[in-house]
């Protein structure tokens, strides 16, 4: 379910528009939040940060970082604080 939200709210985004992962996860209802098994949206932040890194790796998004795309070679772990994500070109 939740990888729908993540793609379908990227298919929303022409490029260079990019989406925040905290407004995919805003975006879902109290019952769809429950069966992902959190209590609100801020939990499924580091799994939508893993989708988004997964989905750079995979070559369908980059990752920006205060108005810059993050490095390739720069790991989930070596980006701290709030990123961006838009389509690729």
Do not use: N, Y
Not at 9 to 24: F, G, V, Y
Not at 53 to 68: C, K, N, S, T
């Amino acid at each position: 379910m939740l990888s729908e939200h993540f793609l379908q709210q990227l298919s929303q985004r022409a490029h260079p528009k990019t989406l925040c992962p905290s407004e995919i996860a805003r975006s879902l209802s109290v019952t769809e939040l429950r069966t992902l098994g959190v209590r609100e949206w801020r939990d499924l932040m580091p799994r939508l940060r893993s989708m988004a890194f997964e989905a750079r790796d995979r070559g369908e998004v980059e990752i920006l970082q205060r108005g810059e795309v993050v490095d390739e070679a720069s790991g989930i772990d070596d980006v701290r604080g709030p990123i961006r994500i838009r389509r690729r070109q």
